[in-house]
């Protein structure tokens, strides 16, 4: 039990508390994931979450693919906004 615990005190020391979280990377990888269509849908419409579908297995994250679609930085961040995005109840089109 001491070799463990001592295995896992430095571990912690010298791996745990030196990381630091990538946000932008992580930002990327969840602005690239198709679940997120899911949730985007009932605001952008159906045809909109489609189109983005198609645009990410070409490689763009639902950030670009928005953007390619003539939404704006503003609306974007909006439709994207973490806040609203883990908010209960279901959004909807305004």
Same mark, same amino acid.
């Given at each position: ?5 001592? $295995?896992? !005190? ?5 791996? #745990?508390?030196?990381? *630091?979280?990538?946000? /932008? =990377?992580?930002?990327?990888? $969840?602005? !690239? ?5 899911? #949730?985007?849908?009932? *605001?952008?419409?159906? /045809? =909109? ?46």
């Amino acid at each position: 039990m001491s070799l463990l615990s001592e $295995a896992l !005190s430095k571990f912690t020391d010298l791996v #745990v508390k030196g990381m *630091v979280p990538n946000v /932008d =990377k992580m930002r990327k990888y $969840a602005e !690239s994931s198709p679940s997120l269509i899911t #949730v985007i849908s009932p *605001v952008i419409g159906y /045809d =909109k979450a489609t189109e983005i579908g198609r645009r990410l297995t070409r490689g763009l994250s639902i950030r670009e693919a928005l953007r390619e679609l003539g939404y704006t930085d503003e609306q974007i961040n909006d439709i994207l906004s973490l806040e609203k995005l883990i908010k209960p109840g279901f959004p909807i089109k305004s």
